[in-house]
Nanobody, 125 residues
């Protein structure tokens, strides 16, 4: 059974930084692309970033490009999201997700088969 456990969320002032982590178990981690999604109050869950299974390819949603960096450590079965220059509109629950098939760089929610419980990120003005 796949388990994804996020950590690192919290309260930060605008302009600050946070680093989210997601520890994965129950899957051959280095065969799956991993993504981060976020859901703000009253809004749909939206894609933030994805990293390919080997880490050589990354994609970002336009509003986070240049501010967020996704990375992974396949030896530790962990994916990270470094968030810099945070804005109040980044406030959301952030979810880690694993693609639903191997060797495929997923980008939309339906292509991710396993999800974490989420970690709250709150950015104050």
């Amino acid at each position: 059974q796949v388990q994804l456990v996020e950590s690192g969320g919290g309260l930060v002032q605008a302009g600050g930084s946070l680093r989210l982590s997601c520890a994965a178990s129950g899957l051959t981690f280095n065969k799956y692309s991993m993504g981060w999604f976020r859901q703000a109050p009253g809004k749909d869950r939206e894609f933030a970033a994805v990293i390919s299974w080997g880490g050589g390819s990354t994609l970002y949603e336009d509003s986070v490009k240049g501010r967020f960096t996704i990375s992974r450590d396949n030896a530790k079965n962990t994916v990270f999201l470094q968030m810099n220059s945070l804005k109040p509109e980044d406030t959301a629950v952030y979810y880690c997700a694993a693609a639903n098939r191997i060797f495929y760089t997923a980008q939309v929610a339906r292509d991710f088969g396993s999800w974490g419980q989420g970690t709250q990120v709150t950015v104050s003005a």
